[in-house]
């Protein structure tokens, strides 16, 4: 497995504003994802991040509003643009490892959003 | 239809019951198929891997049933720290994870 890490594990954030979340692997892993999870509801995907070149964006989701960066294998970054209330919500990123488990996914600990 | 389906919940059980909990998926395309647990304000831990036709790890058994979509996870002589969440969880071919909206569980003493 991976240990995955993410910054800030919250914050409050005004309306009309960015926040970027990093996230961090402990080891190179093939896949990174980022996944929204609501209040009361199971995970989203928003996104898979790509090394080196653009996201793959799920429908209704935009790079404008949501745009994603993985520099390396280790690391990605995702900023969630122009904020509205509607964006509170816990995101969470996940890596796949390659291996036996090629499928499994595991999560870093989320950062909870509240957007006033 | 949603994609992947799973019994509302919730659960409350004695400790030491036997509980189980089913999961319909749409896509026969569906390659690998996974159980998760979430605890209140944490995020997802892989608990189980299911495998062809079921595997066992300890009091948690796993089955698969393709020919009707169907997964199920048995867990017996519950614990009070088997309250949690379970997510019913498939690939469809990618790498890519469709999560159930979760059966929530609590043992009580």
């Known amino acids: 497995s991976a240990v995955i890490s993410q910054k800030p594990s919250r914050d409050i954030c005004q309306r009309g504003t960015s926040l970027t979340i990093q996230c961090q692997v402990d080891s190179q892993v093939t896949m990174m994802f980022w996944y929204r999870q609501q209040p009361g509801q199971s995970l989203t995907l928003i996104a898979t991040?790509?090394?080196?070149?653009?996201?793959?964006?799920e429908s209704g989701f935009v790079i404008d509003k949501f745009p994603i960066s993985r520099p390396n294998l280790t690391f990605s970054t995702l900023t969630v643009s122009n904020m509205s209330p509607e964006d509170s919500s816990i995101y969470l990123c996940s890596a796949t490892t390659s291996g036996r488990g090629l499928y499994e996914q595991y999560f870093g600990p989320g950062t909870r959003l509240t957007v006033t | 239809r949603k994609e992947v389906e799973q019994d509302p919940g919730p659960f409350n059980v004695p400790e030491g019951a036997t509980v189980a909990f089913n999961c319909t998926y749409s896509?026969?395309?569906?390659?690998?198929f996974f159980w998760y647990r979430q605890d209140c304000r944490k995020e997802p831990k892989l608990l189980m891997s299911v495998y062809s036709s079921g595997n066992e790890d300890g009091r948690f058994t796993a089955q698969l049933n393709r020919a009707s979509q169907y997964i199920s996870l048995l867990i017996r002589d519950s614990k009070l720290s088997d309250s949690a969440t379970y997510l019913c969880?498939?690939?469809?071919?990618?790498?890519?994870?469709?999560f159930g909206k979760g059966t929530k569980l609590s043992v009580i003493p």
């Open positions: 896509n026969s395309a569906s390659q690998s």
């Open positions: 969880v498939v690939n469809q071919g990618s790498y890519q994870l469709t």
């Open positions: 991040a790509n090394q080196g070149s653009e996201a793959t964006y």
